[in-house]
């Protein structure tokens, strides 16, 4: 586990995320097919700090809950690809634009000025499962 991602370009690949990752120093962090590690209960809540400005986060093939909170910047890229799980985007997320793709249920609490683009998420209740399959014969 680590906590503080800063200054340059960090890549974790199918690591668990079990508390808050805080971005700094004008760094980047790519997030590759990693989990929640602990279910969201204080103080265990898989969380990512944008760290206000000047800091990237491209996360691909994430799975299980996460929050993103503390991006403030307009410029600043941050990317998300859900396998599946719980996205919450918090009420500090005021600026630039979040986008989100893939599968999860997403809890949208971003604030003014943030935009959150969810032309690529499939929404799990749209999802075709073998259930709704069925019951289309």
């Known amino acids: 586990f680590f906590t ?7 890549t974790v690949n199918r690591g668990a995320i079990a508390q ?8 980047q962090l790519l997030l590759n097919e990693c989990y929640s590690a602990v279910e969201p209960q204080a103080p265990y809540i898989p969380t990512i700090n944008m760290g206000g400005t000047g800091n990237n986060l491209h996360i691909i093939g994430y799975k299980g809950y996460l929050k993103i909170e503390n991006k403030t910047g307009v410029a600043d890229f941050c990317t998300i690809h859900m396998d599946s799980g719980e996205l919450e985007l918090d009420s500090t997320c005021t600026a630039g634009t979040i986008l989100v793709r893939g599968n999860c249920n997403l809890i949208d609490n971003s ?3 943030c935009t959150v683009n969810t032309d690529g998420l499939e929404q799990p209740s749209t999802k075709l499962t073998t259930g709704k399959f069925l019951a289309l014969k």
Do not use: M
Request: proline share 6%; with cysteine.
């Open 111 to 113: 604030g003014p000025g």
């Open 20 to 27: 808050t990752i805080t971005l700094g120093g004008g760094g």
């Open 4 to 10: 503080v991602a800063t200054n340059g370009t960090c």
